[in-house]
């Protein structure tokens, strides 16, 4: 397994290098140095939260993303709520991004509760590594072909809640105490399909821990395949003037042995 993943990483530095040298040959119209700054903001409902095969929101969600960019240079933020109050999270992101190649850090703060072992969110703010609930997300995708069929994306988490945890006696009462990082490593491979207003895509991602391949990771009680799925996707024409992008997407965790379908729409969408 440890190779496989070994074998992975390799393929994806050689491709952001192969799509580096070769984004002037993509399909994809951008306007290089552009001093205008692009702007986007949506907002987003979906019947519950899944990301990468984990559920931190069982309840239906609402979500606001919005992004600027300015010379191929990106800002963006999110902010989900589950309708039921439990689920609550707040997203930064700051990236560069190319035709063929992207490259980006993302700050995740979860104020759910259970999703750590700080039973109370100690603040957005805290980079204290034994109280904190963020996550800072290091992620390279590559687009492996002109089309944008096929997508490989990496995920190494560097700092925050991704550790060890170590269960410890203080004044008689067990407590936890956080020890060594993970690094979780996540990757991911997409293949899409399209024709006419419709849109299929499929994925399987998988991780492990670069603290220690065959043990625990941020996703799960070992390493290995935890997010596999399949999207259909669609614009819902409403009326002449209104057009609802909609997707329903199945999501299976092999490591967890749990499945989720989730329908998920744009009610809203501007920006420049």
Not at 78 to 103: A, N
Not at 195 to 200: E, G, L, R
Request: one cysteine or more.
């Amino acid at each position: 397994m440890q190779r496989l993943f070994l074998s992975i990483i390799i393929a994806c530095l050689s491709a952001l290098s192969w799509a580096q040298n070769t984004q002037g040959e993509s399909s994809t119209v951008k306007t290089e140095n552009s001093t205008a700054i692009d702007w986007d903001m949506s907002l987003n409902f979906k019947t519950k939260n899944v990301f990468r095969g984990i559920l931190p929101s069982p309840a239906p969600v609402f979500a606001v993303e919005g992004r600027a960019s300015w010379n191929n240079w990106l800002l963006g933020v999110y902010g989900g709520s589950g309708i039921d109050g439990y689920y609550q999270e707040t997203d930064f992101i700051v990236g560069y991004e190319k035709p063929r190649y992207s490259i980006r850090m993302e700050y995740y703060y979860n104020y759910t509760q259970g999703i750590s072992d700080i039973p109370t969110p100690s603040g957005l703010f805290d980079f204290n590594r034994q109280t904190t609930r963020g996550l800072l997300d290091f992620i390279m995708e590559v687009n492996l072909d002109k089309e944008g069929k096929w997508k490989l994306l990496s995920s190494t988490i560097l700092f925050g809640r991704d550790t060890d945890l170590e269960t410890i006696i203080v004044d008689g009462e067990s407590t936890t105490r956080r020890t060594d990082q993970r690094y979780t490593q996540y990757f991911q491979l997409d293949r899409t399909w399209s024709w006419d207003n419709n849109k299929i895509q499929a994925h399987i991602g998988g991780s492990f821990s670069w603290n220690n391949p065959s043990g625990g990771m941020l996703y799960g009680a070992k390493p290995g395949i935890h997010n596999v799925g399949l999207t259909y996707g669609k614009k819902l024409k409403i009326n002449d003037h209104i057009k609802l992008p909609v997707k329903i997407t199945t999501y299976v965790n092999p490591i967890a042995e749990t499945a989720h379908v989730v329908f998920a729409v744009n009610l809203i969408q501007f920006g420049k």
